[in-house]
């Protein structure tokens, strides 16, 4: 990344960028341990029984792992709850959110950042305008809703036609796959692509959707990390909408499972071990992302 | 938009010397954008755009979620009871206070940590996750933790009491005065990593030749930032701008999990009203009037937000 | 090119794929909860002891007996985790898509009951005989609910303490007063040995602030309904012995007995000696006696003028007004009501057995046994919740009052607005009249 320069380099500008990086470094470290402290704290709990929890409560103790420290409350988790199931539930519901939306949003905001088109301007006002409304407000007419709409399922080997989304899959997926947030997302990115790409492309013969396919979207890497990070975690942490439409144990995702544990008798080490395993896979996530993040940087020398 | 403008008006101009064959092409695009967009706008009008107009609709009448009553039309009855109700109003203050409070300071900080992490100093993977981590959990989750935090016998105090000795232990969540100031920082905690990963990805589409350009003029550090960086992320800027006055207008879960509202009204918000109203009292059609006056306040808000903003440029 | 694209796109169909065969497969096997026609078939129950192993196991031999004793009726049970069941029904029967059998939370009933989302049990009364008055749901002279259970709140604390402070020990007989209680804590607090002397449970958010301290309004004289027509709250709840039970909830927090908040697991908190009498329900036995074995102490919560009150009232099953297969509901129901069961569920839950018969069986309940407290309490001091279908919206406006209140408003200004509050709903619901 750094230039070659003709200028003999300085004995000023390097012990400067050495104190920059050592006060960013600290910065980092010290904001690291705001931002992992109570996070530490979950995780070091969950290894501790219940009244160990709320003895150390008030001192340093709280996040370190001393005393009866042991894996019991993860296997009381397992024990108590389908745990398994419920992961492979939201790990589904989540990446196919995310694959069709990823596909359906970046298109949208193709069809509006690169082609002209009558009415664009309103359909993108429209778009966004349906960031406004949070979840909870809509959610009860949305349960009504869907339970009116038509499905077609397989009966043996023959299509049927069924009425009503409730206590499904697809009722957790489909309300979720086009969202005004990541069509922005792709919208701005887009919008900063430049258009000579597209003509070059033109000029080969290539429809919109080959320019879509071959030219924008290859490099837009870190718009569709971002976006794919970004939607995961909704997705994930989804709570009161399955609470509503799902009844059946075996659809119920993630974040349900937690209120199993918030009994008359709540065993609050419990509940810290299972936040802790639905938080790791997220993370586990995001690492792997992250990956593709700085891969597709590196790799696109195209900007300007 | 782009960087490079006097470029694609050059594609323009040359665009519009090409004649008649443009009409058939527009033709065309129009359709290519129809089935391009159309699944998006579909799935957005069907799970969006329809439950929000029967939610609009019950604000108008008196239904209720359990009842053996049809609903019955009353007109602007709900308003009327709503406006004349303290409650309602504590809620828009807070609401605001909240936005007014977050919106800049979680704007900031996630810039100050964007710019940070991009730095090209040694170990930018590690800390990138580290100030994710608290977005991937649940709000839920941290609710519950910082609730334990703010424990008057809490950790947060504990740790006051070490750098400031003879503090007397403040209860947190339980005083009206510092119930909301908490409720901020637990929030900006929460969400801060989110945005910074957007300013992040602003940050990246600025090309490297602007900045080796300003090298070569001698814009370093302060300088740098403010005559190229800053300039450069204004479409991102309008964005995070946007989603955080959302979001913070949004409140609602902390508020649900930790305060219920309380204590005395000074942590109630609109959506939590209309939450609690809807669902634990079953009033729908009061709860459906409190979601609309939200959404014609955000639209007014999102609105200044975008003629302020306009102006500058 | 991109292996980037390439990948995306077969993920995307990949994704579709799957959606498809899941959207398929669920609705082929999911337990969409139908009951078929007379004479037979499947009964769908749903129950809200997700994550409770022994009382689910409980009520799973419940069913499964009852489905191997004869072959003419299925019961198909789904648990749900407690702290969402009512959302989770309620959403379900908005959408009318109800199991036939359901349990409910026994205040709730009456506005189910009104709202027609369940029907009279239509057991014969003699099933009733021997059975806690707090058990029963009736509305409108039919029984449309009953439990296998009750629970009672009471104050924990240990000899040791009282003996520290030269405090009698209160009797079933002989409570504590007001100010015998006041004197209690004050020599407690000045021990300094506890952070708070009291633990009421404040920092309990939903139902439990109605269940727990709406007891000691009544105890005080007030109540959250005029009893006689449950048209109104004015007069009951905002009057000078309620003003009296606020000012008593505030005085507490206010000399510092108390907090206003207290933290996530009171039980926790008294085990760990940070306060000295505790306030809870009976299911904190285990917990307390395990902590200090034969220190530990039940005594009757406060007297405020009124004897002691405590509430009643818990999990509650009936049948929904959707079920087609009303014969085979009751025919479990009345199974599930054998003495045995009701045993075995109470101990499975630790709570208190709803028949005089089944509580003989049990030697914890027996005259002398350690848990019979929790019984005589429930005889003598329960008090339910209004039985009206107002309930809903009543414990919601309750909630919020008390904690205003004990955050240190004012009691008038706040118990005045809670009344104008429930009476203008009960007269928007035509007085919730059936």
Redesign the interface.
């Known amino acids: 990344?750094t230039?070659v320069?003709e200028n003999p380099p300085r004995a000023g500008r390097s012990a400067r960028r050495r104190r920059?990086?050592w006060l960013?470094?600290t910065?980092?470290i010290l904001?690291?341990l705001?931002?992992?402290g109570?996070?530490l704290?979950?995780f070091v709990s969950s290894l501790k029984p219940d009244l160990q929890i709320f003895a150390d409560?008030?001192?340093w103790r709280?996040f370190v792992p001393l005393g009866h420290v042991s894996f019991a409350n993860y296997s009381a988790v397992f024990a108590r709850v389908p745990f398994a199931r419920f992961l492979m539930n939201s790990i589904g519901i989540s990446l196919v959110t995310v694959a069709l939306g990823l596909l359906?949003?970046s298109?949208?905001a193709?069809?509006?950042a690169r082609?002209?088109?009558?009415g664009?301007q309103l359909?993108l006002t429209?778009?966004?305008?349906?960031?406004?409304?949070?979840f909870?407000?809509?959610a009860?007419?949305?349960v009504?809703?869907v339970n009116k709409l038509p499905w077609l399922t397989m009966n043996g080997f023959h299509l049927q036609l069924t009425t009503g989304w409730l206590d499904t899959y697809q009722v957790q997926i489909?309300?979720?796959?086009?969202n005004?947030?990541s069509?922005?997302?792709f919208y701005?990115?887009f919008?900063?692509i430049?258009?000579?790409l597209d003509?070059a492309a033109r000029m080969d013969g290539a429809?919109?959707?080959r320019i879509?396919r071959n030219v924008v979207m290859p490099l837009s890497g870190?718009?569709i990390a971002?976006v794919a990070?970004?939607t995961f975690?909704p997705a994930?942490?989804s709570?009161l909408w399955p609470l509503m439409v799902v009844q059946s144990e075996e659809l119920r995702p993630v974040?349900l499972g937690?209120q199993y544990f918030f009994q008359l008798n709540v065993s609050w080490g419990q509940?810290m071990a299972y936040?802790s395993m639905?938080?790791l896979p997220?993370?586990a996530l995001?690492?792997a992302f992250?990956k593709a993040f700085?891969g597709s940087?590196a790799s696109s020398g195209v900007?300007? | 938009?782009?960087?490079?403008s006097p470029?694609?008006a050059r594609?323009v101009r040359g665009r519009r010397d090409v004649p008649a064959a443009t009409h058939a092409a527009?033709r065309r695009?129009?359709l290519?954008?129809?089935w391009?967009?159309g699944?998006?706008?579909?799935?957005?009008i069907?799970?969006?755009?329809?439950?929000?107009i029967?939610?609009f609709v019950?604000a108008f009448t008196?239904a209720?979620?359990?009842?053996?009553?049809p609903a019955t039309f009353v007109g602007l009855h709900n308003f009327a009871n709503l406006f004349s109700d303290p409650v309602f109003w504590a809620s828009v203050r807070n609401t605001f206070y909240f936005a007014v409070v977050v919106v800049p300071i979680q704007a900031g900080l996630a810039l100050v940590?964007a710019l940070?992490?991009n730095?090209?100093?040694?170990?930018t993977?590690?800390?990138?996750?580290?100030?994710?981590?608290?977005?991937?959990?649940?709000?839920?989750?941290?609710s519950?933790?910082?609730?334990?935090?703010y424990?008057?016998?809490?950790?947060l105090?504990?740790l006051i009491s070490v750098v400031h000795p003879g503090y007397a232990p403040i209860?947190w969540?339980?005083d009206?005065r510092t119930a909301m100031p908490a409720i901020i920082v637990m929030s900006i905690?929460q969400a801060v990593?989110?945005h910074m990963?957007?300013w992040l990805?602003g940050l990246?589409?600025i090309?490297?030749?602007?900045y080796?350009a300003g090298?070569?003029d001698g814009a370093v550090?302060w300088k740098r930032f403010r005559y190229i960086t800053w300039p450069s992320l204004l479409?991102?800027r309008t964005?995070i701008l946007?989603?955080i006055t959302?979001a913070a207008l949004?409140l609602?879960t902390q508020i649900s999990v930790m305060t219920?509202?309380?204590?005395?009204?000074s942590t109630t918000t609109v959506?939590y009203m209309?939450?609690?109203t809807?669902?634990?009292?079953?009033?729908?059609g009061y709860?459906?009037a409190?979601?609309l006056v939200?959404?014609v306040l955000?639209?007014i808000v999102?609105g200044v937000q975008r003629f302020l903003t306009r102006e500058k440029d | 090119m991109s292996r980037h694209t390439v990948r995306r796109l077969a993920a995307a169909s990949l994704a579709v794929t799957v959606v498809a065969t899941l959207a398929a497969c669920s609705s082929g096997s999911s337990s969409s909860p139908q009951s078929s026609g007379a004479g037979g078939g499947t009964i769908s129950l749903w129950t809200h002891n997700g994550g409770n192993d022994a009382e689910l196991a409980a009520d799973q031999k419940i069913v499964d007996d009852f489905n191997s004793s004869q072959s003419q009726y299925t019961v198909k049970l789904q648990s749900f985790p407690q702290a969402s069941y009512n959302?989770a029904v309620?959403a379900a029967?908005?959408a009318k898509k109800l199991p036939c059998i359901v349990d409910i939370d026994s205040p709730n009933v009456p506005?189910?009951a009104?709202?027609?989302?369940i029907k009279p049990l239509g057991l014969p009364d003699s099933e009733w005989t021997g059975q806690l008055a707090s058990t029963v749901g009736k509305v409108n002279g039919k029984v449309y609910s009953f439990g296998h259970y009750d629970v009672a709140l009471a104050f924990y604390t240990r000899k040791s303490i009282l003996q520290s402070v030269g405090a009698r020990v209160p009797t079933v007989d002989q409570p504590w007063t007001k100010s015998e209680l006041a004197d209690v804590l004050a020599k407690l607090k000045a021990t300094g040995k506890y952070?708070y002397a009291l633990d009421l449970g404040t920092g309990g958010?939903g139902e439990w602030i109605t269940y727990a301290y709406s007891p000691f309004l009544q105890s005080a004289g007030g109540d959250l309904i005029d009893r006689s027509t449950y048209k109104k709250a004015d007069g009951v709840l905002n009057g000078a012995q309620a003003i009296d039970w606020a000012g008593w909830m505030q005085g507490l927090v206010k000399d510092g007995y108390m907090?206003?908040?207290s933290?996530?697991d009171p039980t926790a908190d008294f085990a760990n000696g940070?306060s000295a009498i505790l306030y809870s329900g009976s299911w904190a036995d285990a917990t307390v006696t395990k902590a200090f074995g034969d220190d530990a102490l039940v005594i009757p919560p406060v007297d405020l003028g009124q004897g002691p009150k405590i509430g009643g009232g818990s999990w509650q099953w009936a049948i929904s007004a959707q079920c087609d297969n009303t014969a085979g509901a009751q025919a479990y129901l009345k199974f599930s009501h054998q003495t045995k069961y009701v045993a075995a569920l109470a101990k499975a839950t630790g709570t208190i057995p709803a028949t005089d018969a089944a509580a003989a069986t049990m030697p914890e309940y027996a005259a002398g046994g350690a848990s019979e407290i929790f019984r005589t309490f429930a005889q003598k001091y329960a008090v339910v919740r209004p039985v009206t279908p107002a309930y809903?919206?009543i414990t919601?406006?309750y909630?919020?009052a008390t904690?205003?209140i004990?955050?240190?408003?004012d009691p008038k200004t706040i118990l005045d607005k809670a009344v104008s509050d429930i009476d203008n709903?009960i007269k928007?619901?035509?007085d919730y009249a059936f």
């Open positions: 990344m230039t320069v920059t990086s960013v470094q910065g980092r904001l690291a705001l931002f992992a109570p996070l704290f979950l409560l008030r001192s709280a359906v949003n298109l949208a193709f069809a509006l082609l002209q088109w009558r664009k359909v429209g778009i966004i305008a349906t960031l406004i409304l949070p909870e407000t809509l009860l007419p949305l009504w809703w489909i309300p979720f796959v086009a005004a947030f069509v922005y997302l701005q990115y919008t900063s430049p258009k000579e003509e429809g919109w959707f879509y870190p718009a971002t990070i970004l975690l994930w942490n709570y974040m937690i509940v936040a639905i938080t997220v993370l995001f690492l992250q700085i940087i900007k300007g | 938009m782009t960087v490079i470029a694609r594609a527009r695009e129009g290519t954008a129809l391009m967009a699944p998006a706008v579909a799935l957005l069907l799970f969006i755009v329809v439950p929000v029967l939610a019950l008196n209720r979620l359990i009842s053996p009553r940590l940070l992490v730095a090209k100093v040694r170990g993977n590690f800390f990138r996750t580290v100030y994710f981590v608290p977005v991937v959990t649940s709000m839920v989750v941290v519950l933790l910082w609730r334990f935090l424990q008057k016998d809490g950790l105090n504990a209860d969540l339980n009206p905690w990593g989110f990963i957007i990805s990246q589409t090309p490297a030749e602007l080796e090298d070569l550090g479409a991102t964005f946007i989603t959302i949004s609602f219920q509202g309380g204590p005395l009204d959506v209309a939450v609690r809807g669902y634990q009292q079953l009033a729908t709860a459906s409190i979601s939200f959404f955000v639209l999102s | 959302d309620v029967a908005s506005n189910w009104w709202a027609g989302y952070p958010t907090s206003a908040k933290g996530a940070k809903p919206f919601s406006v909630q919020k904690q205003d004990l955050s240190g408003g709903d928007q619901n035509g």
